[in-house]
């Protein structure tokens, strides 16, 4: 026969478990009086840890006695709506049809009193099922909590979360906390919270002073471990955007051990030239920091991170300038009912509403409703008042709502099936999580005191159940708003900022004066509402009067347009001088760290804020230069076609005949195209202009000088032909000198094939040689080229000076050799003084001392060759004659 022990086992186990259940008798023994916990039973047990009154300890442990656990407690009027809407929520859900329906929701609720060692008291008091706090041990009425819903500070919340899972009850929810630790899905994978992470915190006041332009700043904060890590964290995001921290300060929580550095504080913050200060602290820090000498630091901003301080009496009623950072709520129309109609008679068995009616009496009520508390004045009060505010009611509604969608979810899903009852006796919360089926004993389901291994099994399967419906939930609440947990297990929720100020006649006022929600589009992420009272300006003490400035916080002034930052050295990136920009750069804004180069078609205008359209200049007919050069060029034509009728006119004269009527009729005509291709260089540069300008200009100027070089030959071998037997007779004739000028010419030209050919002149605007201006000009495109042509010029011209210098004194009335040299003396010098004339000048100014180059050496061949002649021809004409001539 086969003996099974396993069943024998259990049964024993349950047979102790039934004994020590009926010996519920535990008590409190610590030394300090604290309140009861609130439960209801239900088929469903929901453990909820909610602040309602706050225990202070009169001495801190600084680990050097045995520490003492005396201090006194003090009501959180505000935190009994958190309360409220715990309970409030869960009527609501036993009440509807639709969510969890035959099944009814329990809770049980204790104070943690926001203290370390009472938090894990309150814990442990949920765990054992009665105000008891006995590892291990149950006391239950009904099955232990499919969750807990809790209002711990950020470094409590962590600590439950591993006490709870040694406990196995894993599943956690926080309305408050948004410890940026908790967002570890692998360290903490059941913990949820219906308030965003501290990072988006952080994320939210750099925007929010980004957008002010605040950037210089200081940070104030409490010393524990997760506002150091979310300080950090806001230094880096504030630094990132081009923001400044002047100083960080930290203190103790506590009242008891912050008073060593309150002066410290409350100097740095008098001294500091900072007009913003970021108070990184919970709840009750704030309150403990508006309580010192800190909060009275007069022209100060405050960005605090809990609107709990709004709520707080005011110690310093000229403080306006106070925004805060609460997680998005809406106003629960249901929850103003229950509200108005709470009193200690609705709630007999809980401490909670009894000790908040008193205090609301006591403290909170106007006088004239102080007498009368007990009538129905009272709820008009919390009615226009305290229901506004509401704590962190909307949180603790969600997360409630969120945990019951979830066990819907679970059941409907058939999940939930291996957990339903089998006998009207047995009820859901039995079997979950200190669920244990045994299949091969269907039958026979025992609960075991004892922390046995098929019992951890067990309850981590029902855990990872309700976790995955959790992380998956999606729902609409009774506002019409989306519900649902992001990757991280944060419930997808933004921020309200929050504006407090005072009216004229002293009311406080706390408005929404903008929000910031990280998981909105980019562009609806941060948002400033331009229809409220928030007051951009405060009081500040100058010159013996109160006066209103700007709300500015800056280490440095902003630069205006048209000057740039120079940070100081040393110093922080947001202290810096002003200097203007640079020549061709502009700053459009205020503010700038560097400025920006203007196009090339484009220049800073005089403050340098703007770029402006250059002015596109170059050598035209209408300016007074242009016009000058015109009638100079013009006049110089008219003279040479003078000169070159009246060789026309006297040509069988013996003074025109000697000299070679021929090559004095080529010399005109050239001059007269030199005259002409000047005018070229006058008006706007195109492609043919550019090609004709060089051009004529070189091939007509070789003519000339080949023609003066014939000339001077020509005068040379007359002089020697002369003589009896000379063999230079035969090159005395016309084609010796057409040659010289043909051939001469033949090589310029040339030259300038050549150049056309390989490098063209063209037009080209040029924005950096003139401050303000485009000069639309001609360039050479090939400068070797250009300087060869010139340099052909020159040898032609040196050529026919030196042969007209070594003829100078030979014995002719009519000798052109004098002048020739004379004329070839000015031209030399003209070109010679143009070179380094015409690389000294820019834009039209080049083309002008171009231009007169060519006038003044071309006047110079005209005048030193062919005035003396006319001057003859004209004025002695007795001097034009045969007889004179033979004479000499």
Known sequence: MEVHLVPIVLMICDILWKTAECQCTLGNDLSIPLRPSYRRDGDIMIGGLVTVEIFNPFQHPFFTTVPSFDGHTFPVALNYYNFLAFVSAVEEINNSSELLPNLTLGFHIDNPYDNFLLMYRAAMNIFSGMDTRIPNYNCKTSGPPAAIIEGLPAEHSSQFSSLSRIYHYPQQISYTSGNLVMSNTVKFPYFYRTVPSELHLCAGIVKLLKHFGWTWVSIIAADDENSMRAVQILREGIEQSGGCIEFIETFRQYMSLMHHNTDKIHNTIITSSTKVIILYCNRVCTETIRRTSIWEAPGKVWIITDEWGFFLPSYNVDKKNTLAFTVAKRTIPSFHKIVREVNPAIFPNDSFTEMWWKDLCNNQCPESIQRSCSSDEISFYLLHCDILNSGDSYNIYN????????????????????????????????FFPWKLMVHRYQSLIIFSPFHVQPARTACDYAANKLHHYLKNLHFKNILGEEIFFDENGDLAVGYNIISNFFLPDGTQINEIVGSYNPYAPSEQEFTIYENTTWDSTFNEWTSGSWTQIPLQSRCSPSCLPGFRKLTREGEPVCCYDCIPCPEGEISSQTGMDACMKC?????????????????????????????????????????????????????????????NRALSYILLISLMLCFLCSLVFIGHPDKVTCIIRQTAFGISFSIALSSVLAKTITVVTAFHATKPGSKLRKWMGYRVSAFIVLFCSLIQTVLCLAWLFTAPPFPYLNTKSEIGTILTECNEGSIVAFYLVLGYLGFLAGVSFIVAFLARNLPDRFNEAKYITFSMLVFCNVWFSFIPTYLSTKGKYMVAVEIFAILASSTGLLGCIFFPKCFVILLRPEMNSRKCLSRN
């Not at 969608?405 to 059941?411: E, I, S």
């Not at 013009?634 to 009246?646: A, R, S």
């Open 399 to 430: 997360a409630v709502y969120a945990m019951a969608h979830a066990l819907h979810n679970m059941m409907t899903s058939g999940s939930g099936n291996s957990t339903m009852w089998s006998g009207e006796s047995e009820r859901f919360l039995d």
């Open 599 to 659: 196009p090339e078609d484009q220049w800073p205008n005089q403050k340098k804020d703007t770029c402006i359209p250059k002015v596109i200049t170059f050598l035209t007919y209408e300016e007074p230069l242009g016009i000058t050069l015109t009638f100079i060029c013009i006049f110089l034509i008219f003279i040479n076609i003078v000169i070159l009728g009246i060789f026309i006119h006297y040509k069988d004269t013996p003074i025109v005949k000697v000299n």
